[in-house]
RNA sequence: GCCGGGAUGGCGGAAUGGUAUACGCGGUAGUCUCAAAAACUACUGGCUAUAAUGGCUGUGUGGGUUCGAGUCCCUCUCCCGGCACCA
């Protein structure tokens, strides 16, 4: 009679009887003060855009959780908590498309998500829950905004920004990929724009050099660098003919300064005006101001367009060498680009490639200055080697000399050594509706009269107390008329309007709504207007780890001793300082594809807040892990493939326990893995074999007495060890293929020892988290599972299985013959396997030797000395 | 172009320099069934052999180090990711 599938294992029944449980008796409720061990296991929040959780979301969390559920049984007091990145773009995007308002769609979403979240079996703490689109969240991110204005890292500036005609607002640089904007992938355009930008640049330099020290996943170290694209060289000073005008040039090869046969600025560059007044020939200056323009019309992707032909134009005027004191002509071309270095260049052709080809085109003068081998032709762009035709530097050799010779330069005041970084400024503007209205007012009576916040008193007392890494800068024009949000207007609130669409031409949807900017200057009293751009999605989430500390705090961000909330500070004193000690974040765990975004912004926030005094620490994560993502069939899942897997009809055929242990099952963490459906099935009938097994009501009988049988107990222990140090690592994969191997075992035998059972479940607990709580109880142990103690191992069960057995001449090893197995493990035994041996029988007959010495070595190699 | 990472059965993937292919999927055969499904049992890299506890071969290519290489070193090929007219 076959059984019902029902009588002996309903998941769902399971699942259910002991989410109440956990709920009712608040299991995994933390008191974050009473802490003794505290662990910060964060996983990167979701944005509640789609039409529920995606099958990458469950990867993600349920793997976070059973690295935090292991933790936790090791004795850790794990925080592992979560909320949404409900504002922004992507759900905004989302809101549009299904034609509801953001705000609505934004409640349904939230629903929606925790429900499916809770149903994954997370040890999440849901009263510490955090949306970004909370106002008593987004007073704070609005807040921090102002911090940072106030410490001059949030300013105004006209520039050259990324704007997506599609989502119709600016973007961030890290926001553009590969000229297409992240989001929705349509091709960036360039405007002039005057926006707010965090001087993330100012931080490059700490961001860069203390990536070494970070326990963080190489490739988001290494994405990192490059993205801040350190370049170390010499900034140098040429010499206008017959102007007072200098040109600064940065190179990374001072050692070439002889080989620069002439200048090459960018058409955006400031001194062209300047420079053309000089010039004498009108054919010269139309043919310039024709050059500028023809490049400023060109859009961005045009100029960079991989394999154009270089274009530039002489300028008419000419250089002084610094060194030789010739003159050089300066051209105007658009490979050079304005926004790095100094938007000017000396142009080294025969030891550059791209010099070399404008040189060639152009027919400008090539200078050798660097010695090449000689079956190489003109174009040698050797970094290093000799120096030639060079008067005073000849025979120093790049790259070992080049200090010595950007000492020589700056000895000579002609230059200095500088650094320069790929990294740009954080546009934080956005001209949208769905996100934390900027908390800036604008008079333009104090702007005419050159006024701002930095004028005022309150400014001058902060800057008295401020740290030395921050100076506060006197009103710059760019600043002028504007005054930060007092605090206690704090929330400015995003007011619920129908026409949120975004308008394009860089206005905001608020700027059509009078009542909300509408307002009067704080300093001056009269009519002002607030800012009607809201803050990038990206600052909101830059900070969201710190405020799941304080979610029940009204009037601290998050845990500080800051004297800015000095009656918070006194009235909070113990608590605060107990929170303090989860920070910072122990293990962080989310997508790679954040590497330059979400990853550095958190980074760069922390270190500006530490510089203010609010936090002790200047990194946000010890530890970082990247994991990889889930495809289907070989592809990115998506709705155009028709391939997306969600979890919903999954967790309610199998049960959420079937679908974690598979999605850990599936691929290593950190690189994904392929979802297939005969996969899962095999899993559920692990599950469903591994209830059986352990089940009460089944067949087999628990042997109570203590277990002696060693090769038992060295199998379980080797099970443990190896377990302990793949969950460690995050080897979820590994770890559950011993947990399967160890099954097949188990399920040979007739009985099993109680102590099997229980190190069964409790190894698989944190896959598994409601089969092994239901099983742990049949099996008669105490609730809860995820309260006991992680099984540890012992040394003395875990003797190699494998010896190899070689035979050392004159102190080298000659050669492998035989290989013991477990019985082997004294010598007069290995002696009886080795002689046995069919290898060695041949071996010692071949060469008549006798073995006279045996050296055990542990686990590895038995060596005979013959 | 530059910087990373990778290539192992029919498939996903295991292997601190020590019996390559753990674990799962798929496949084959069998048990149970009127039958099928489910479940269970056995086998499953290739070639060869079958009297075997047999032989040979095998981790993208070609070489090297080592008693011993998927693993370490060098060459090449291909794939994936990031950056890219950044001076």
Redesign the pocket.
């Known amino acids: 009679m076959?059984l019902d599938k029902k009588q002996f294992f309903d998941p769902q029944a399971i699942t259910a009887k002991w989410q109440e449980r956990w709920r009712l008796d608040r299991l995994y409720h933390i008191d974050l003060k009473t802490a003794k061990s505290p662990y910060f296991c964060l996983m990167m929040f979701p944005y509640p855009s789609a039409e529920g959780l995606h099958i990458g979301n469950i990867y993600m969390q349920t793997g976070t959780d059973a690295f935090a559920r292991f933790k936790q049984m090791q004795g850790n007091d794990v925080f592992e908590p979560m909320g949404l990145d409900a504002f922004g773009i992507h759900s905004e995007n989302y809101a549009l498309k299904i034609g509801k308002h953001p705000m609505e769609q934004g409640r349904l979403a939230q629903e929606n998500f925790y429900r499916q979240m809770e149903s994954a079996g997370l040890m999440v703490d849901w009263s510490k829950k955090l949306e970004t689109t909370d106002p008593n969240y987004y007073k704070w991110t609005q807040w921090l905004f102002i911090q940072m204005f106030k410490h001059g890292l949030a300013v105004r500036k006209k520039a050259k920004v990324n704007f997506c005609p599609s989502c119709k607002t600016v973007l961030a640089d890290e926001q553009v990929?590969?000229g297409k904007c992240e989001r929705c992938s349509s091709l960036v355009e360039k405007r002039d724009l005057e926006q707010w930008f965090f001087k993330i640049t100012d931080y490059a330099k700490r961001l860069l050099d203390n990536i070494p020290g970070l326990d963080w996943d190489?490739?988001i170290k290494?994405?990192q660098t490059?993205?801040i694209?350190e370049?170390k060289?010499a900034e140098i000073e040429f010499r206008i003919k017959n102007v007072e005008l200098r040109i600064k040039v940065?190179?990374?090869?001072p050692d070439t300064l002889y080989g620069a046969t002439f200048l090459v600025v960018?058409p955006e560059h400031v001194l062209i005006d300047k420079i053309l007044k000089q010039v004498q020939d009108d054919n010269v200056r139309k043919e310039v101001n024709e050059y500028v323009k023809s490049a400023q019309n060109k859009s961005e992707q045009e100029?960079?367009e991989?394999g154009?032909e270089?274009t530039g134009v002489f300028s008419g005027c000419y250089a002084v060498h610094p060194m030789t004191g010739k003159q050089i002509p300066i051209w105007i071309a658009?490979?050079?680009?304005a926004s790095?270095?100094t938007?000017a260049?000396m142009a080294v052709p025969a030891h550059?490639e791209?010099d070399f080809e404008f040189a060639t085109k152009y027919n400008l003068p090539i200078k050798q200055v660097i010695k090449t081998p000689a079956n190489s032709e003109g174009k040698a762009y050797a970094g290093k080697g000799e120096i030639i035709n060079s008067v005073e530097w000849n025979g120093l050799v790049v790259p070992q000399d080049i200090n010595k010779i950007i000492y020589d330069i700056e000895k000579r005041n002609i230059g200095h050594a500088k650094e320069?970084y790929?990294l740009r400024d954080w546009l934080i503007s956005r001209q949208r509706y769905w996100g934390p209205p900027i908390p800036m007012v604008f008079c333009e009576k104090c702007a005419k009269e050159g006024k701002s916040w930095f004028d005022t008193e309150e400014a001058k007392e902060l800057s008295k107390i401020q740290n030395s890494k921050l100076k506060i800068k006197n009103s710059t024009p760019e600043a002028h008329g504007w005054y930060p949000v007092g605090d206690e207007e704090l929330p400015v609130l995003l007011p619920f309007i129908e026409d949120f669409k975004p308008l394009g031409s860089g206005i905001s949807p608020l700027a059509n709504h009078p009542e909300f900017y509408n307002t009067k200057c704080p300093v001056c009293g009269n009519q002002a207007k607030r800012e009607t751009d809201v803050s990038d999605t990206f600052l909101d989430s830059s900070w969201y780890f710190l405020r799941y500390l304080a979610t029940d705090w009204q009037y601290l961000p998050f845990p500080t001793e800051n004297r800015e909330f000095s009656t918070e500070v006194t009235k909070l004193k113990s608590e605060i300082a107990a929170r303090k000690r989860f920070l910072p974040v122990t293990i962080y765990i989310g997508g790679a594809e954040h590497a330059?975004l979400h990853l550095l912004y958190a980074r760069f926030i922390t270190m500006a807040l530490h510089d203010m005094g609010y936090l002790d620490f200047e990194e946000p994560f010890s530890k970082f892990y990247a994991h990889g993502l889930i495809i289907k069939d070989g592809a990115k899942m998506s709705k155009s493939k028709g391939n997306v897997i969600l979890p919903d009809p999954l967790i309610k055929k199998f049960g959420i326990d079937t679908v974690r242990l598979y999605l850990r099952f599936?691929?290593?963490f950190e690189?994904g893995?392929?979802f297939?459906d005969?996969?899962i099935?095999?899993?559920h009938?692990?599950v469903k074999?591994l209830y059986k097994l352990l089940a009460k009501d089944q067949n087999t009988k628990l042997q109570e007495q203590k277990l002696e049988d060693k090769k038992r107990l060295r199998m379980l222990h080797q099970t443990i060890k190896g377990v302990t140090e793949d969950l460690e690592a995050l080897?979820f994969?590994?770890a559950?293929?011993k947990l399967?191997?160890y099954y097949?075992f188990l399920?040979t035998q007739q009985d099993i020892y109680k102590i099997e059972a229980k190190v069964y479940l409790q190894m698989i607990a944190p896959f598994a988290p409601h089969v092994a709580e239901e099983l742990w109880e049949q099996i008669g142990e105490q609730y809860s599972i995820h309260k006991s103690a992680w099984p540890s191992y012992e040394e003395k069960y875990l003797v190699s299985?494998?010896v190899?057995i070689?035979v050392q001449i004159n102190g080298?090893?000659?050669?492998?013959l035989a290989?013991a197995?477990e019985e082997s493990q004294d010598k007069h035994r290995v002696m009886e396997i080795v002689l046995a041996s069919e290898k060695v029988k041949r071996y010692l007959g071949k060469t008549e030797i006798s073995i006279n010495k045996v050296i055990y070595v542990p686990?590895?190699?038995i060596n005979f000395i013959v």
Do not use: C
């Open positions: 076959t990929i590969d190489e490739k290494i994405s490059n993205w694209g370049s060289g940065f190179t990374t090869r960018a100029r960079l991989v154009k270089k658009d490979y050079v680009l790095y270095g938007g260049i550059d791209r320069n790929h330059v599936l691929g290593p690189q893995g392929d297939r005969t996969g099935e095999g899993m009938r692990f074999r080897r994969n590994t559950i293929a399967m191997t097949n399920s299985e494998k190899n070689a080298k090893v000659r050669d492998v290989v197995s686990g590895r190699v």
